[in-house]
């Protein structure tokens, strides 16, 4: 039973592209943009709080919202038919399947946004148009491939990852490579 139990979960969890973010990618990406302490940040899609509690090491208020119900955060907020919060950033790992409505929606309800995605998101024609038109301030590939399982299916991780940043008023997008902190 139990593991029937814990299978349907793990499905559940599939379905809506959880896949919790291991510290050390939010580390790089804070590590890097240095924002003032004073920012409130938005995690929209939390999960258990991965990014948010490194965000919040680095001073800042973070509201951390997701569509499920967690033990973190405010559940039933879909962040595609949510009212915008006031903040000064929003930085996730969108689900997925979503990515591109959240990156859309996101930049006009923030003026720093930062998407973690697949390192190959932007080598899609289907997504030349959404880069075109809110040119990122930064691409931002790390250098090394997350664990996003945690260790718990063994193997190397496979995913490569960047970090996109918009930027308000900032449209010449630059390149910088990210190394793992330590
Ligand atoms: C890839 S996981 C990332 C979780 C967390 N941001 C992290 O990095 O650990 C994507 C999260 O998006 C949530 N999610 C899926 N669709 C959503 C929606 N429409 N609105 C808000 N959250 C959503 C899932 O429940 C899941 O927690």
């Given at each position: 039973?139990?593991?029937?139990?814990?299978?349907?979960?793990?499905?559940?969890?599939?379905e809506l592209d959880y896949?919790?973010?291991?510290?050390?990618?939010?580390?790089?990406?804070?590590?890097?943009?240095?924002?003032?302490?004073?920012?409130?940040?938005?995690?929209?899609?939390?999960?258990?709080?991965?990014?948010?509690?490194?965000?919040?090491?680095?001073?800042?208020?973070?509201?951390?919202?997701?569509?499920?119900?967690?033990?973190?955060?405010?559940?039933?907020?879909?962040?595609?038919?949510?009212?915008?919060?006031?903040?000064?950033?929003?930085?996730?790992?969108?689900?997925?399947?979503?990515?591109?409505?959240?990156?859309?929606?996101?930049?006009?309800?923030?003026?720093?946004?930062?998407?973690?995605?697949?390192?190959?998101?932007?080598?899609?024609?289907?997504?030349?148009?959404?880069?075109?038109?809110y040119p990122p301030a930064?691409?931002?590939?790390?250098?090394?491939?997350?664990?996003?399982?945690?260790?718990?299916?063994?193997?190397?991780?496979?995913?490569?990852?960047?970090?996109?940043?918009?930027?308000?008023?900032?449209?010449?997008?630059?390149?910088?490579?990210?190394?793992?902190?330590?």
């Amino acid at each position: 039973m139990g593991s029937v139990l814990s299978n349907r979960s793990a499905k559940d969890r599939r379905e809506l592209d959880y896949y919790p973010t291991p510290p050390e990618v939010t580390h790089a990406l804070m590590d890097f943009l240095k924002l003032p302490r004073d920012l409130i940040v938005w995690e929209p899609a939390c999960g258990e709080g991965h990014m948010s509690k490194v965000i919040e090491s680095y001073g800042h208020e973070v509201i951390s919202t997701d569509i499920r119900y967690t033990d973190y955060g405010t559940g039933g907020v879909d962040y595609l038919t949510a009212k915008p919060v006031s903040c000064d950033a929003i930085i996730t790992n969108p689900p997925f399947k979503q990515s591109a409505e959240f990156i859309r929606k996101a930049i006009y309800e923030a003026p720093i946004v930062g998407m973690l995605l697949k390192s190959q998101y932007w080598h899609a024609a289907k997504r030349a148009d959404l880069f075109d038109k809110y040119p990122p301030a930064w691409v931002l590939p790390l250098t090394w491939r997350p664990d996003f399982l945690f260790g718990s299916k063994g193997g190397a991780p496979t995913m490569e990852c960047i970090w996109t940043v918009w930027e308000r008023g900032q449209t010449d997008t630059r390149y910088r490579i990210l190394s793992k902190p330590k």
